[in-house]
């Protein structure tokens, strides 16, 4: 399974920015898929997390009401709408995929990660 996160760059303070994880090599409804960040000098932090079917979803504290995932199992790609984005936001964001069922939070339950894509929050 390879993955492929796009759609960084940089953004203002308030900003919106969406960012997509391009799943190929396994049929993406086969697995759930989630989001983490990672700021210099810290921990890779869970972000969201969707189950195979886009039902159910779960999100960090952090980002709750403002970010939004999402997939398209048709496409094979799975979306992360960030809102309202803040310089706390700043950070490279990664996909992971699990063929676990449910919404996974921990970075463990990944098998297959992708390169990150930076997101820089700045004025």
């Known amino acids: 399974v390879q993955l492929q996160a796009s759609g960084g760059g940089l953004v203002q303070p308030g900003g919106s920015m969406r960012l997509s994880c391009s799943v190929s090599?396994?049929?993406?409804?086969?697995?759930?898929i989630g989001w983490f960040r990672q700021a210099p000098g810290k921990e890779r932090d869970f972000v969201a997390a969707v189950n195979w079917s886009g039902s159910n979803s779960n999100y960090a504290d952090s980002v709750k009401g403002r970010f939004t995932i999402s997939r398209d199992n048709t496409k094979n790609e799975v979306y992360l709408q960030m809102n309202s984005l803040q310089p706390e936001d700043t950070a490279v964001y990664y996909c992971?995929?699990?063929?676990?069922?449910?919404?996974?939070?921990?970075?463990?339950?990944?098998?297959?990660w992708g390169p990150g894509t930076q997101v820089t929050v700045s004025s």
């Open positions: 992971g995929a699990t063929p676990l069922p449910g919404k996974r939070t921990f970075k463990y339950e990944y098998d297959f």
């Open positions: 090599g396994s049929s993406l409804d086969a697995l759930a």
